[in-house]
């Protein structure tokens, strides 16, 4: 190759480069823009918390970008090629003996690089970011519905078989303010009552936490009758409702008519 196609060689290659950086930035600004409307629009109604917003953006956007680069250099070798059309620049290198075909011979090298690019994003990338977009969209799904608690409806959540029921919720500012709270443990009896309440989410860890004031904790309640019902009270309680390292599914239990008495009648006794 002499010096002259050489030349001719760094220039086109320098031309479809500033357009493929040109192209690559808006539509990456195209993509991303989209991804911030799907995902703040679609995310409050699929349970996302504040801190899952930006992470999901962003794999959904890395999902995409052997898309985003493929697509962005082909148009930009189009467009490239076009323009030196217009100006008349691929008849001259046309009539100094430079065909279309040593034109693609000499952007081979730059094709070459950005396939392998591709071929990168294609195997590693793009998979990882969708695994992870898939992993907080699955985790998001796995959230039990009584993260927004229901008034006057019995819930059972966490692997410890509780039962939680609230006679009136209220809601400020996104926070859940409850009253005449009561939650039962099956699995070792104990039920907590408590005049006030209100949920709380760790942005961090993601954990949900309940917290209780001014009630009280019945110990032994429904097991061995002949042994005395213990009570304890307390100002504040902390409980762990949803853990998102564990796959929690919530049921609704419906029509207990003896849990609906038996929290009336305690609700009751403390109101």
């Known amino acids: 190759m002499n010096i002259f196609h050489i030349k001719i060689s760094k220039y086109l290659t320098l031309e479809v480069l500033k357009i493929f950086f040109g192209i690559l930035i808006v539509l990456s600004l195209l993509i991303f823009g989209n991804q911030i409307y799907l995902v703040l629009s679609k995310g409050i109604s699929e349970g996302y918390f504040a801190s899952e917003f930006f992470p999901m953006i962003a794999y959904k956007f890395f999902r995409d970008a052997s898309f985003i680069v493929s697509l962005s250099f082909s148009l930009a070798i189009i467009y490239a090629l076009s323009s030196l059309y217009k100006s008349s620049e691929l008849i001259v290198t046309s009539n100094a003996g430079i065909g279309d075909l040593k034109l693609f011979k000499m952007l081979f090298p730059l094709i070459s690089l950005i396939s392998i690019f591709v071929l990168f994003l294609s195997a590693y990338i793009s998979p990882e970011a969708l695994k992870k977009a898939n992993y907080l969209k699955e985790n998001a799904k796995s959230r039990p519905e009584y993260i927004f608690f229901k008034e006057g409806i019995f819930q059972n959540f966490n692997k410890t078989k509780t039962v939680f029921y609230a006679s009136e919720i209220k809601s400020e500012n996104q926070i859940q303010l409850l009253d005449g709270v009561f939650i039962y443990s099956e699995l070792d009896g104990k039920v907590i009552l408590s005049k006030k309440g209100y949920k709380h989410i760790d942005s961090i860890s993601g954990r949900i936490y309940l917290s209780l004031s001014n ?16 009570i304890s009270y307390f100002d504040k309680l902390n409980i762990l409702l949803y853990d998102p390292a564990e796959n929690v599914e919530k049921t609704l239990i419906n029509s207990y008519d003896f849990f609906y008495k038996f929290c009336n009648f305690f609700i009751s006794s403390i109101i």
């Open 215 to 230: 009630g009280k904790i019945y110990q032994n309640v429904f097991f061995e009758p002949k042994k005395q019902i213990s």
